[in-house]
């Protein structure tokens, strides 16, 4: 079978975006230490989650995480606050904004209406959404990120190491943003073995956990031995999954580096510095170098990559690793562009040997 044929498994299921829940009251970090900040104030710093919020061991995690490094090296006073639901978006980037913040952060595409919404009403307040589109506006920035770069990588190792020659992909929503790592993945894999089969599914929701790990033991009951997965908190029971299946097994972790989520049978992680954009955009607002527009990282920029494997690279075959170094020059030299949509897919070719 070709990978055509998976690709039309794989456009069946479909699923909402990286989240959970939590409080609606801006949440008080630690007490930040003394630093730079604006002259002699203090950087004020807001972070408004998804509804995965800052628990979800993934992708707004990996936002707060950011946030807590600006409070360490800037001195900056950090909160954040956990959207409920959709409806929370206006009124919890409102809430920071009528607080005098200095920046405030929109964690997740799915705010970028919400962030129209409010941005134009605050014009000195500055305003960085993540994964999303920033308005035109001189006190906004987007960043997003080439997933399709490390997926790829992920996707050529995960072919390296499957004894079965058939893989998995759990997608939390199935949706341009969440393509991009099932595709790139799944190009990354035939680099390595065109034969290799994929078996792809989507939650449909960012936050259940408990469908995740079930789609994730289907898949393996079908012979998938690797399973990669861009679902934020979902993905955790995927990482459960391979976590009771044990030996012969693995899941591959998103964001934020999971492997110590089940030590051994987290083969890698798919990092995305979601961290050192939001701490970049913090600095640069703490020194008044704040740029509008939009910034897009890749491994070029070290925005992805994967993670360490500081429990699994033992297991893998030194001329694994050198392959894998290889394909990520490539991309860095830009030899090799990993696709980020189906059409794409459908017209990639392996590259040279």
Known sequence: MNRRYFLALGLTLSGALLTSCDKNKPTDSPKPTP??????????????????????????????????AAQKELGAEVKYVESKQNA???????????????????????????????????????????????????????????????????????ASMSKTGVLGFIGGMEMPLIKKFEFGYQAGAYTIKPEIQTRVAYVGDFNDSQKGMELALSQMSGQADIIYHAAGKAGI??????????????AIGVDKDQDDEAPGRVLTSM?????????????????????????ILGLKEGGVGLSEMKNTKGKVPAEVLKKIEELKQQIIDEKLHPPYDARGFLDFTKPAS
Request: aromatic content about 10%; hydrophobic content about 45%; some cysteine.
């Open 35 to 68: 630093g730079t900040g604006k002259g002699t104030n203090k950087l004020k710093a807001g972070l408004v989650t998804d509804t995965g919020g800052v628990g979800d061991k993934s992708f707004n995690a990996q936002a707060w995480t950011g946030l807590q």
């Open 271 to 295: 990092v995305k510095r979601v961290d050192v954009a939001v701490l970049e955009v913090c600095k640069k607002v703490a020194t008044d170098r704040f740029e509008s527009g939009e910034v």
């Open 237 to 250: 029971g995927v990482i459960k999954a391979a976590q009771i299946k044990g030996e012969g097994f693995y």
């Open 88 to 158: 929370d978006y206006v009124a919890n980037l409102t809430k920071f904004a009528k607080a005098k913040y200095d920046v405030i952060f929109a964690v997740g595409f799915l705010m970028q209406d919400a962030l129209r919404e409010v941005a134009g009403n605050y014009p000195k307040i500055k305003f960085a959404i993540i994964d999303g589109d920033a308005p035109a506006l001189s006190n906004c920035v987007a960043y997003k990120f080439r997933e399709e770069e490390g997926s790829f990588l992920a996707g050529a190792l995960a």
